[in-house]
């Protein structure tokens, strides 16, 4: 694992970070924090949901073969890109042998190919792959970010770990609001999560959750726009279900409704 404040590209985070031990601690810790960099800091070293803290740390510990001599990050995986956005995109959890390896969201697993390969293709990534937090990605007018900030056990976080994990999504939304105009939300779990997500940080939402759906896209009053994607999961990518046509398509709405193209 590595440690806070050790120079690591993304962390944030320093040897006098507070670390949350409790939901009602990232609650606090959350709406406390007074710039995204500190949410970004404060989530990278939380520590509430024991099942998570294990799983991450033993997969940490443990690298997979094809990995080995790699130190994992194993820490929770914070937002990452541009601090003022104008295409947010919401995945679900990192990968145990992806982010809580390299320490960046889709980073370093298939997912990821198919991700950054769509965002490329969209003007919205300086490249098509990204492999580590060491090479020279770069996200433009995007920011990607998590629901559930901690490697999951089949990748499949509990209800219980989804909200205690939320605070830390609020928050940093009510930092990007004010620039970001469209949400690419992967997912039915992303799906449900934004919307909350959104109606915590104060955007104007429907009483009731739309229904998620590959393409759908909902107009918000405030002229923003949340639209869902199939996730970029192998279940989904290797049977067809998500094609990269499907990807472009959804890429292409995003950057309509935040202005960047006609």
Not at 25 to 32: D, F
Not at 140 to 163: F, G, Q, S, W, Y
Request: proline residues 8%; contains cysteine; charged residues 20%.
């Amino acid at each position: 694992m590595i440690e806070p404040g050790t120079g690591f590209p993304t962390d944030r985070a320093d040897a006098t970070t507070p670390v949350a031990r409790s939901a009602a601690e990232v609650e606090r810790l959350a709406a406390s924090a007074p710039t995204l960099d500190r949410v970004d800091a404060r989530s990278s070293v939380c520590r509430t949901c024991p099942r998570l803290v294990a799983w991450r740390e033993e997969v940490a510990a443990n690298p997979r073969a094809s990995f080995a001599g790699e130190q994992y990050w194993g820490r929770p995986i914070t937002g990452w890109g541009d601090p003022k956005p104008r295409i947010v995109v919401v995945g679900l959890a990192p990968a145990a042998h992806g982010g809580n390896r390299t320490g960046r969201i889709f980073t370093g697993d298939r997912s990821g190919d198919w991700l950054f390969a769509a965002l490329h293709r969209a003007g919205l990534a300086r490249q098509p792959t990204s492999v580590s937090a060491y090479d020279d990605q770069e996200l433009l007018h995007t920011r990607i970010t998590l629901p559930v900030r901690c490697a999951p056990p089949a990748n499949k976080p509990t209800p219980a770990e989804r909200d205690a994990c939320a605070p830390w999504l609020h928050q940093e939304l009510r930092f990007l609001l004010p620039t970001a105009k469209a949400f690419v939300v992967l997912g039915g779990f992303g799906w449900t999560s934004t919307w909350s997500a959104l109606r915590a940080a104060g955007a104007a939402v429907p009483a009731r959750t739309p229904a998620f759906g590959h393409g759908v896209q909902v107009e918000l009053d405030s002229g923003q726009a949340v639209i869902g994607c199939y996730h970029v999961s192998q279940q989904n990518t290797f049977t067809g279900r998500l094609t990269e046509a499907m990807l472009d398509d959804v890429f292409l709405a995003a950057r309509r409704a935040s202005g960047l193209v006609e």
